[in-house]
T-cell receptor, first 116, second 115 residues
Framework: DSGVTQTPKHLITATGQRVTLRCSPR?????VYWYQQSLDQGLQFLIQ???????AKGNILERFSAQQFPDLHSELNLSSLELGDSALYFC???????????????FGPGTRLLVL | AQKITQTQPGMFVQEKEAVTLDCTYD???????LFWYKQPSSGEMIFLIY??????QNATEGRYSLNFQKARKSANLVISASQLGDSAMYFC????????????FGTGTRLLVSP
């Protein structure tokens, strides 16, 4: 158990809908990262938040947004869903995330999203 | 831009034998970190081992060791005494050189351990 929690584990929804994925980082970690794992794109970084502020952005679609709350949990919002958004969405956390030193990211169990 | 290459889509190994999973990387950043993660069929991503570019010695964690050859830009994962529970996808990853912590992943290698 990495200490990172994600809910829900599975989500089935229809095209055009909006969903929210939730993540709680390990105790003491200030950074939260979101990754998408799909069959055609592999594992891709979406976005990072550090202590409530957006820190880095990757291949995140405009239909997707995220935020990190004062208690450090994070939510990833996916709207106007398309079939191609079906994927496994991971949240990861690390202690810091803003300095030069490389940090290990610990991943949550993921949320498996299926868009029908 | 960084790139991680895992050329072995699948590997087979017998229980109790050692296996090496290949990973090569490309970066112009002198300071970088390399990671290996394991993804069982249940889907979670499990951190296995880390190697920093300035580390003098190869990283080891229990049955996992990293064969780090900087000049060749390779960071192969060695699993000793394979167990049935080692059957999983294995991903090599590198920290991005932009200074942020985001990880760039390879395509993975599926390892099957047979009795």
């Amino acid at each position: 158990d990495s200490g990172v929690t994600q809910t829900p584990k599975h989500l089935i929804t229809a095209t055009g809908q909006r969903v929210t994925l939730r993540c709680s980082p390990r105790s003491g970690d200030l950074s939260v990262y979101w990754y998408q794992q799909s069959l055609d794109q592999g594992l891709q970084f979406l976005i990072q938040y550090y202590n409530g502020e957006e820190r880095a952005k990757g291949n995140i679609l405009e239909r997707f947004s995220a935020q990190q709350f004062p208690d450090l949990h994070s939510e990833l919002n996916l709207s106007s869903l398309e079939l191609g958004d079906s994927a496994l969405y991971f949240c990861a956390s690390s202690v810091g995330g803003t300095g030069g030193a490389v940090e290990t990211q610990y991943f949550g169990p993921g949320t498996r999203l299926l868009v029908l | 831009a960084q790139k991680i290459t895992q050329t072995q889509p699948g590997m087979f190994v017998q229980e109790k034998e050692a296996v090496t999973l290949d990973c090569t990387y490309d970066t112009s950043d002198p300071s970088y970190g390399l990671f290996w993660y394991k993804q069982p069929s249940s889907g979670e991503m499990i951190f296995l081992i880390y190697q920093g570019s300035y580390d003098q010695q190869n990283a080891t964690e229990g049955r996992y060791s990293l064969n780090f050859q900087k000049a060749r830009k390779s960071a192969n994962l060695v699993i000793s005494a394979s167990q049935l529970g080692d059957s999983a996808m294995y991903f090599c990853a590198m920290r991005d050189s932009t200074g942020f912590q985001k990880l760039v992943f390879g395509t993975g290698t599926r390892l099957l351990v047979s009795p």
